[in-house]
């Protein structure tokens, strides 16, 4: 019994004056979570007037696939806020707050061929109220450990684990060009009905036919990717996609004129698909509980 005692003792203590690194922390990967040959970048882009957009790239540099859960994400909720830090550049190099969405997502693997990539984005404008006028007096500086010890991670060889926006910085948006000619022709081409900017979505108007047959879909998801490509040069490669069979219908159900379409059944009849090209996935026929189905596809090529 004494024995018990003294090596319960024993433990206390050194749990009492052992340093936080020799604890066990649940927000640090440890040697039993190995990391996943990911490879991460970071990226300042301003897409419009003194806006700032973190834009993160994780890259398979193993040579088998990778599965990547999107609860593990660098800007998904939680994480979005343990890697980055952003620091005023005044003397004392002062840290600033960061407002992050509380909420948590849901757990989903995404396989990554060599050499595929995923890819997200951080708003810093609204994560950092004070943002603007923290440019205009200091500037800022943005951070983080390579590989960042929250995350599952390694860096990219050579990433640069810092980025500053100098004092004064007057947020002249990113130049990008683009072909017009190339870009209308690419939305005829797609049935581009409209975009929505904030949301990184299209609504494409696509035959029925189309969405049932899978070939047809995939042929018609790289056409969409070329165009994203071209004529959506501030975006990710994480965009959505939905398809409705009556373009007079198109838009998200939160739409005040959908709301009416959806109680009588019509908005739900026309929207015959929906693609995320972050998880890869393409819901086929959402509404009807006979011909919906869920696959995955891919617009790496």
């Given at each position: 019994?004494?024995?018990?005692?003294?090596?319960?003792?024993?433990?206390?203590?050194?749990?009492?004056?052992?340093?936080?690194?020799?604890?066990?922390?649940?927000?640090?990967?440890?040697?039993?979570?190995?990391?996943?040959?990911?490879?991460?970048?970071?990226?300042?882009?301003?897409?419009?007037?003194?806006?700032?957009?973190?834009?993160?790239?994780?890259?398979?540099?193993?040579?088998?696939?990778?599965?990547?859960?999107?609860?593990?994400?660098?800007?998904?909720?939680?994480?979005?806020?343990?890697?980055?830090?952003?620091?005023?550049?005044?003397?004392?190099?002062?840290?600033?707050?960061?407002?992050?969405?509380?909420?948590?997502?849901?757990?989903?693997?995404?396989?990554?061929?060599?050499?595929?990539?995923?890819?997200?984005?951080?708003?810093?404008?609204?994560?950092?109220?004070?943002?603007?006028?923290?440019?205009?007096?200091?500037?800022?500086?943005?951070?983080?450990?390579?590989p960042p010890p929250s995350l599952k991670f390694v860096c990219a060889q050579d990433a640069p684990q810092s980025i500053?926006?100098?004092?004064?910085?007057?947020?002249?948006?990113?130049?990008?060009?683009?072909?017009?000619?190339?870009?209308?022709?690419?939305?005829?081409?797609?049935?581009?009905?409209?975009?929505?900017?904030?949301?990184?979505?299209?609504?494409?108007?696509?035959?029925?036919?189309?969405?049932?047959?899978?070939?047809?879909?995939?042929?018609?998801?790289?056409?969409?990717?070329?165009?994203?490509?071209?004529?959506?040069?501030?975006?990710?490669?994480?965009?959505?996609?939905?398809?409705?069979?009556?373009?007079?219908?198109?838009?998200?159900?939160?739409d005040m004129k959908n709301e009416r379409y959806f109680e009588e059944g019509l908005w739900q009849k026309a929207n015959?698909?929906?693609?995320?090209?972050?998880?890869?996935?393409?819901?086929?026929?959402?509404?009807?509980?006979?011909?919906?189905?869920?696959?995955?596809?891919?617009?790496?090529?």
């Amino acid at each position: 019994m004494e024995t018990r005692l003294f090596a319960l003792m024993i433990i206390l203590l050194y749990l009492w004056v052992a340093p936080p690194s020799a604890l066990c922390n649940s927000e640090t990967i440890t040697d039993e979570d190995p990391r996943l040959p990911l490879a991460m970048k970071v990226f300042l882009k301003k897409p419009h007037t003194r806006q700032y957009v973190l834009h993160i790239h994780l890259a398979n540099i193993s040579g088998e696939t990778v599965k990547v859960d999107v609860h593990d994400l660098p800007w998904s909720p939680p994480n979005d806020s343990r890697w980055l830090v952003v620091s005023r550049l005044d003397r004392d190099k002062s840290p600033l707050q960061q407002l992050a969405p509380k909420w948590d997502i849901g757990s989903q693997k995404v396989p990554l061929l060599p050499g595929e990539s995923i890819q997200g984005e951080l708003a810093l404008n609204p994560r950092i109220p004070s943002l603007l006028q923290e440019i205009e007096k200091y500037g800022i500086l943005l951070h983080w450990d390579c590989p960042p010890p929250s995350l599952k991670f390694v860096c990219a060889q050579d990433a640069p684990q810092s980025i500053t926006i100098p004092k004064g910085d007057p947020g002249t948006p990113d130049l990008n060009r683009t072909d017009a000619d190339a870009c209308h022709q690419l939305e005829k081409t797609i049935g581009l009905i409209d975009v929505s900017e904030d949301h990184q979505a299209l609504f494409l108007h696509t035959q029925e036919h189309v969405i049932a047959d899978l070939p047809k879909v995939q042929s018609l998801l790289y056409q969409v990717d070329d165009y994203v490509r071209q004529c959506q040069p501030s975006w990710t490669n994480s965009w959505a996609v939905n398809f409705f069979s009556d373009a007079k219908f198109a838009g998200f159900l939160s739409d005040m004129k959908n709301e009416r379409y959806f109680e009588e059944g019509l908005w739900q009849k026309a929207n015959i698909g929906q693609y995320s090209s972050q998880i890869r996935t393409l819901y086929r026929f959402p509404w009807s509980k006979k011909r919906s189905d869920t696959v995955y596809l891919s617009v790496y090529r």
